[in-house]
Nanobody
């Protein structure tokens, strides 16, 4: 069973940058596709970006393409989300998730069955 812990959230002005990290326990991490998700108050959780087990295939939601970059370091059991040109509408709790049944990135929230506790990202205008 993999456990996930997110960090790196905070308060940033519009146009700024943040890097989120998701530390995973267990060697099986390197076999799983991973994703970053967000949930704003009153809204459903949505996928932001996802990455294959090897890191050579990625997916991005249209709303973050060109601004966010997902990456992973399997030696460190960590997935990152570099966020740039942040907008107030990026404000949400950000979660990382593990897809234990696929090695390629999937865009469906339902595909991911293991979650971290989340980290708050607030972008002020």
């Amino acid at each position: 069973q993999v456990q996930l812990v997110e960090s790196g959230g905070g308060l940033v002005q519009a146009g700024g940058s943040l890097r989120l990290s998701c530390a995973a326990s267990g060697r099986a991490f390197r076999n799983y596709a991973m994703g970053w998700f967000r949930q704003a108050p009153g809204k459903e959780r949505e996928v932001v970006a996802a990455i294959s087990w090897s890191g050579d295939s990625t997916y991005y939601a249209d709303s973050v393409k060109g601004r966010f970059t997902i990456a992973r370091d399997n030696a460190k059991n960590t997935v990152y989300l570099q966020m740039s040109s942040l907008k107030p509408e990026d404000t949400a709790v950000y979660y990382c998730g593990a897809d234990r049944t696929a090695s390629y990135p999937r865009a469906s929230v339902q595909a991911y069955d293991t979650w971290g506790q989340g980290t708050q990202v607030t972008v002020s205008s």
